[in-house]
Nanobody, 115 residues
């Protein structure tokens, strides 16, 4: 059973920073993609950033230059460093693991940016 456990969400003022972490547990193939999606209030879930086990990254245009993504393959953990946050970044952030044709999701963590 693959499980994803997120941490690091919270309330921050505009211009501030937060760091999200997501640890994956269970048995799965080492070649995979981990990343973050978010769902703003009243909107659909959208890609934020992903990183392959080989270190290739992809970012949504809205976060390029502000967010960075990294991972520790030994710990099966992915991190999202969010800088220069603005109220438009307010959303529930979901960790994602794509492996062997399957998609796994975390429970979500709330990020709220006040103006």
């Amino acid at each position: 059973q693959v499980q994803l456990v997120e941490s690091g969400g919270g309330l921050v003022q505009a211009g501030g920073s937060l760091r999200l972490s997501c640890a994956a547990s269970g048995s799965f193939f080492s070649i995979n993609v981990m990343g973050w999606y978010r769902q703003p209030p009243g909107k659909q879930r959208e890609l934020v950033a992903v990183i392959t086990s080989g270190g290739i990254t992809n970012f949504a245009d809205s976060v390029k230059g502000r967010f960075t993504i990294s991972r520790d393959n030994a710990k099966n953990t992915v991190y999202l460093q969010m800088n220069s946050l603005n109220p438009e970044d307010t959303a529930v952030y979901f960790c994602h693991l794509g492996v062997s044709g399957y998609n796994y999701w975390g429970q979500g963590t709330q990020v709220t940016v006040s103006s």
